[in-house]
């Protein structure tokens, strides 16, 4: 009986594993930019060529992005940007034909996925402040960046003080400098000024008069 169960769950598990397994092929239909999830506002990882050859691994039931694989690499493309093979036509992926491709509906968690991807990357360092949707990202960093703003300013404003007092004291010192050497010059010619009325004079010469 033990082996009857154990041969019953390998078959299951042989059975369930294509449906685990399934992907559609599609292909790109421009140059459009494959992202690190599912909105324009997430990271580019990489440039999928116009009509290059897509392998889908899932769609979102609520937005129409798709899973894709491409050279190896993983990331999100818009299902408006893919096309793929139904009933001998191509016909853009939505989700009406996700049955009918083949394509299972998936969910997207940015922890789970940019682990098993983007390790290497260098959005991963923020991987935190992502996983609460682009949204609150690029909100976050506006903030972050007008602080950084604010702190710029405040510190060119003191700067600016600063620098004021500075050329301001300097002035004084060279102004008192100045006078200083003007009052000294002006004592040392005071001392410096002959007293006539000490040197020989001729008869006559109206200076010895003084």
Do not use: H
């Not at 449906?19 to 580019?44: C, D, H, K, L």
């Not at 893919?82 to 394509?103: C, D, F, K």
């Not at 003080?161 to 040392?188: A, M, S, T």
């Amino acid at each position: 009986m033990k082996n009857l169960f154990v041969k019953i769950a390998a078959i299951g598990m042989f059975v369930l594993a294509p449906a685990i397994a399934q992907a559609a092929e599609g292909y790109s239909t421009a140059n459009v930019n494959m992202r690190a999830g599912p909105s324009t506002r997430y990271p580019a990882v990489a440039i999928i060529p116009a009509g290059s050859s897509v392998e889908i691994r899932g769609c979102l039931s609520e937005v129409n992005w798709c899973d894709v694989e491409f050279y190896g690499g993983r990331g999100w493309v818009s299902g408006q940007y893919v096309q793929a093979l139904y009933q001998q036509r191509r016909i853009y992926v939505g989700p009406q034909y996700y049955r009918p491709l083949g394509i299972p509906m998936i969910r997207f968690n940015v922890d789970n996925y940019w682990d098993r991807y983007y390790r290497n990357r260098d959005f991963y360092r923020e991987r935190d402040r992502w996983s609460r949707g682009p949204d609150y990202y690029y909100r976050d960093r506006d903030n972050r960046d007008r602080d950084n703003r604010d702190r710029d300013r405040d510190w060119r404003d003191r700067n600016r003080d600063r620098d004021w007092r500075d050329d301001n004291q300097g002035d004084r010192q060279r102004d008192e400098r100045q006078g200083d050497g003007r009052r000294w010059d002006d004592r040392r010619g005071d001392d410096r000024r002959p007293d006539r009325r000490n040197f020989d004079c001729r008869p006559g010469d109206p200076a010895c008069d003084e």
